[in-house]
């Protein structure tokens, strides 16, 4: 059995002792600090003085992060629509531009059309002016009257009224074909189609590379003497790359823009999410491209055609 060993020593201490203190006289209990403290902030919140300055001072914190907020929001920019541009407000009214037949006079004396198409507005069913012009004086041969070759028993009367009713059915029948194919009475998946093809052929590097400067390359020798290996030639129109990605997203994107201001819209769930699906997409393009171009021909002609802000790929975005 282990020696007891004496209390002082067990401590470490020479004098040990276990009386309790004796309180102050001028210490209050725990009860009554408690009490004092409660009073204290009844009367403070009694204190109309005291809860008008409160008040006073959140009004005004209150008051300047709502004009930070703001602030910011307009330095940003609107995230879904960006800046105006004459390139973007044209994707509203991609088919706005009535055809235009003007007649002309041909060689020989005959009269002909002229299909023109204002700005150069792309037609409907993947059509082009000059096809469509084709198409019409092929159809006007094809519809002429016949002319009888023995002159002796012609009775230029009869011809003369053919000849004017077969005029004025080319004409209902050219015009007919105006509205068919144009893009003012389409539907908005075919001016959609339409918006994409003019993205390609504005942002499609197989256009661009002839007008815009190249990113500038490393130098061999910073890189131990390897060379980059050359790219494959591309084959046709470029659909693939982030500028053309991006282009044909803002079309996109302002069409469910300003279908959900609609009356209804605001209940369409689902395009609110294919709206917010399609805005971060664009908006991680917009990093990238950024991040690879540092800011050169390419990332400003892109931002300035098509209006986009820093909202479009800085920070958060919120809808």
Same mark, same amino acid.
């Given at each position: 059995m282990p020696p007891r060993?004496? &209390?002082?020593?067990? =401590?470490? @201490?020479?004098?040990?002792? =276990?009386?309790?203190?004796?309180?102050?006289?001028?210490?209050? +209990? &725990? /009860?009554a @600090?408690?009490?004092? *403290? /409660?009073?204290? %902030?009844?009367?403070k919140? $009694?204190?109309p003085y005291a809860l008008a300055q409160a008040k006073q001072r959140k009004d005004a914190n209150l008051s300047r992060r709502a004009e930070l907020k703001e602030r910011r929001t307009k330095e940003l920019g609107d995230p879904v629509r960006g800046i105006s541009t004459p390139f973007l407000e044209s994707f509203d009214n991609v088919g706005g531009s009535t055809i235009i037949i003007d007649p002309k006079s041909t060689s020989d004396g005959s009269e002909g059309i002229e299909i023109k198409t204002a700005d150069n507005i792309l037609l409907n069913h993947f059509l082009k002016p000059s096809e469509l012009e084709a198409s019409i004086k092929h159809s006007q041969i094809l519809t002429e009257p016949i002319v009888d070759k023995i002159r002796d028993a012609a009775d230029p009367v009869i011809e003369a009224v053919a000849k004017k009713r077969h005029e004025e059915a080319h004409a209902r029948a050219t015009t007919a074909m105006a509205r068919i194919v144009s893009l003012a009475n389409a539907s908005q998946k075919d001016k959609t189609r339409a918006n994409v093809r003019r993205c390609i052929e504005t942002f499609g590097r197989h256009? /661009?590379? %002839? *007008?815009? $400067?190249?990113?500038?390359?490393?130098? +061999?020798? *910073?890189?131990?003497? &390897?060379t980059a290996p050359e790219k494959t030639p591309r084959a046709g129109p470029d659909t693939g790359s982030s500028? @053309?990605?991006?282009?044909?997203? *803002?079309? $996109? &994107?302002?069409v469910l823009a300003n279908q959900l201001e609609t009356r209804g819209g605001k209940k369409d769930k689902i395009n609110k999410r294919n709206l917010r699906v399609m805005v971060h997409k664009r908006q991680k393009l917009l990093r990238y491209l950024r991040t690879k171009e540092r800011g050169g021909d390419r990332w400003q002609h892109l931002v300035n055609t098509l209006g986009l802000s820093d909202g479009t790929w800085q920070g958060e975005i919120s809808l």
């Amino acid at each position: 059995m282990p020696p007891r060993i004496p &209390i002082p020593s067990r =401590f470490g @201490v020479s004098n040990l002792c =276990f009386r309790p203190a004796a309180l102050s006289s001028n210490a209050l +209990p &725990i /009860t009554a @600090v408690a009490n004092a *403290t /409660t009073m204290a %902030q009844r009367r403070k919140h $009694k204190d109309p003085y005291a809860l008008a300055q409160a008040k006073q001072r959140k009004d005004a914190n209150l008051s300047r992060r709502a004009e930070l907020k703001e602030r910011r929001t307009k330095e940003l920019g609107d995230p879904v629509r960006g800046i105006s541009t004459p390139f973007l407000e044209s994707f509203d009214n991609v088919g706005g531009s009535t055809i235009i037949i003007d007649p002309k006079s041909t060689s020989d004396g005959s009269e002909g059309i002229e299909i023109k198409t204002a700005d150069n507005i792309l037609l409907n069913h993947f059509l082009k002016p000059s096809e469509l012009e084709a198409s019409i004086k092929h159809s006007q041969i094809l519809t002429e009257p016949i002319v009888d070759k023995i002159r002796d028993a012609a009775d230029p009367v009869i011809e003369a009224v053919a000849k004017k009713r077969h005029e004025e059915a080319h004409a209902r029948a050219t015009t007919a074909m105006a509205r068919i194919v144009s893009l003012a009475n389409a539907s908005q998946k075919d001016k959609t189609r339409a918006n994409v093809r003019r993205c390609i052929e504005t942002f499609g590097r197989h256009n /661009t590379d %002839q *007008t815009l $400067k190249p990113r500038l390359q490393p130098n +061999p020798s *910073t890189l131990g003497g &390897i060379t980059a290996p050359e790219k494959t030639p591309r084959a046709g129109p470029d659909t693939g790359s982030s500028e @053309v990605q991006i282009a044909i997203l *803002t079309a $996109k &994107i302002r069409v469910l823009a300003n279908q959900l201001e609609t009356r209804g819209g605001k209940k369409d769930k689902i395009n609110k999410r294919n709206l917010r699906v399609m805005v971060h997409k664009r908006q991680k393009l917009l990093r990238y491209l950024r991040t690879k171009e540092r800011g050169g021909d390419r990332w400003q002609h892109l931002v300035n055609t098509l209006g986009l802000s820093d909202g479009t790929w800085q920070g958060e975005i919120s809808l």
